[in-house]
């Protein structure tokens, strides 16, 4: 692990919905002087405004803190008691109104403390917060709430104009002014951008989706022309890379939205590095091993996750047997892939032995010790956007609820074509085995998983 580096031109905060919960339950018992204390994971990059840092809460305290009358010393105790994670970075929440109280006493102290983050919490369950290191105040550029409700509360986002107002009206008759000013801020993670990818990409870009993060190894090929938005014969002929193909496209068109391009795959830490930074991630990826490590990316770094899949089976004698397609929203804390049955260890362990020994997985599947996995199906570019388009309305409901159902009880969102049916799935069972990892940030190995280190 990296250390880290002082000062951060970028701070962004990020807080699971149970923890939100627990923050709110125990300060509305809180008298002025009280504080909450917690801990963080974090991550770091050098970006455009410099160094970037993603804050994860993965602790909180279950009670207050006298700060005023404790001198430091108890919160100290606690956090020292409470450190087990190499990296943490220590936080306290209070209630809003104690604000000038609060940094006043940290401020004079601070030099026990090296670095710390202190968040207001509103009676309505607002949050606004600094980083206060070396006696200076560097305000949160954003905190977020990775729940069924994605909750973003942004500095300066109440009065930050972006983008063309005839452009970008029509999306705020829709979902409002806010809604649209969080969008233009968000940098989103595509990972695969083929058959859901590529529109899922497209409609992002034109929304206004401040960074896209476009991640894919592979090359346009002739059979990807029918359902990749933007490619061409030439593309095809040239065996240009997927991502440069929708990053050129997006530079053409010339919308506000920056697209980075990143031609790897989940496998790289460098690459799990980049997502971590994003916001929100969609998975457009057909592989077991592949989902599951970005279930896991998520469940690290605190960010909302859409998985996004199809299944179309032809039937050999000209018509289909199948044609379904599935959202899973996956909030960290909460269920996973793994517990909702939609992929099984047996699959991500053979797709890892097929991807790093092809020979030895060949000889298993021969001595049928293992299932073959999943061969290429076929895809038509009407049935992927139809789900990308679902998965990018769900997206939007979270940050904007519309619906009549709650986001806290869905979430899949399953289509069947042949029965014509939209199926809203509730959230299931906690992954106790991922719930331990909820905000830990980076660490080494990344994820925990030595083929990372």
Not at 24 to 43: F, H, N, P, T, Y
Not at 87 to 100: K, L, M, N, Q, T
Request: aromatic share 6%; charged share 25%.
């Amino acid at each position: 692990m990296a250390d880290r580096r002082y000062p951060a031109a970028v701070i962004r905060l990020r807080i699971s919905e149970a923890s939100y919960e627990a923050i709110r339950s125990v300060l509305s018992k809180a008298e002025e002087g009280d504080i909450l204390a917690g801990l963080c994971g974090w991550a770091q990059r050098e970006g455009a405004r410099g160094i970037e840092t993603v804050l994860c809460v993965h602790t909180v305290g279950d009670t207050v803190l006298p700060l005023n009358a404790t001198d430091c010393n108890t919160l100290m105790a606690w956090l020292e008691g409470q450190k087990r994670w190499r990296g943490s970075w220590p936080v306290i929440f209070y209630r809003s109104e104690a604000e000038g109280n609060v940094y006043g006493h940290l401020q004079h102290r601070s030099e026990k403390l090296e670095h710390i983050l202190a968040v207001s919490v509103s009676d309505a369950g607002e949050m606004a917060g600094h980083s206060i290191f070396e006696n200076e105040l560097t305000p949160i550029d954003s905190i977020m709430i990775a729940g069924s409700d994605i909750l973003i509360w942004a500095q300066g986002s109440e009065d930050q104009e972006s983008g063309d107002p005839e452009q970008t009206k029509r999306f705020e008759q829709s979902f409002g002014s806010k809604t649209r000013r969080i969008v233009s801020q968000l940098t989103i993670g595509i990972v695969g951008v083929s058959g859901t990818g590529s529109p899922i990409a497209e409609m992002l870009y034109r929304l206004g989706v401040g960074e896209l993060v476009l991640v894919d190894d592979d090359h346009v090929e002739t059979k990807n022309l029918g359902r990749i938005y933007n490619s061409s014969t030439q593309d095809a002929k040239e065996a240009r890379l997927k991502v440069d193909v929708l990053g050129d496209a997006f530079e053409r068109n010339g919308l506000p939205t920056q697209a980075r391009r990143i031609a790897g795959t989940t496998h790289d830490p460098g690459v799990i590095s980049e997502l971590a930074q994003c916001d929100v991630v969609f998975g457009c990826m057909d592989t077991e091993s592949g989902r599951a490590l970005l279930n896991r990316l998520a469940t690290f770094y605190l960010i909302p996750y859409f998985d996004v899949g199809v299944n179309l089976q032809a039937d050999g004698a000209g018509g289909v047997s199948v044609v379904y397609g599935a959202v899973h929203y996956l909030k960290p804390g909460g269920s996973s892939l793994l517990s909702r049955r939609a992929i099984s260890i047996e699959n991500i362990e053979a797709e890892d032995l097929k991807r790093v020994n092809p020979e030895l997985y060949q000889h298993r599947k021969e001595e049928k010790y293992i299932r073959g996995v999943a061969e290429e199906r076929p895809a038509v570019i009407t049935v992927n956007t139809m789900i990308a388009s679902l998965a990018m309305n769900d997206f939007l409901a979270r940050l904007h609820p519309y619906r009549r159902i709650p986001n806290i009880e869905v979430g899949c969102l399953r289509v069947d074509l042949r029965e014509l049916m939209i199926h809203p799935e509730p959230e299931g069972r906690i992954d106790e085995g991922l719930a331990r990892w909820v905000g830990r940030g980076d660490m080494k190995p990344l994820l925990n998983m030595p083929a990372l280190g």
